[in-house]
């Protein structure tokens, strides 16, 4: 569900059916209730969503007293692997 969730935010030109065959369903119906049951979204209404939406930004300070931004992100970004 995972790689499901990446494509619907990072790769938007791809149909849900698309994307659905490529994470093993052949059944769009199944793949829709399993993502709803493990996002609680159905896969329209996360594939509407901003991408930052599922990120996080926080400050930290350093040893030095220097703020540090870090940035984690909840959703990896599977086209930076299939690059």
């Known amino acids: 569900m995972e790689k499901a969730a990446s ?20 059944d769009i119906s199944s793949f829709c209730k399993t ?3 493990f996002y609680g979204f ?21 040893n030095i007293n220097k703020i540090q931004i870090s940035f984690k992100q909840y959703i990896y970004n599977s086209n930076n692997a299939l690059n």
């Open 7 to 26: 494509f619907l935010l990072y790769q938007k030109q791809r149909t849900i059916t698309e994307i659905s065959e490529s994470v093993g369903f052949n």
């Open 35 to 37: 993502f709803k049951r």
């Open 42 to 62: 159905t896969p329209i209404q996360f594939k509407n969503e901003s991408p930052q939406k599922y990120s996080e930004i926080c400050n930290t300070n350093d």
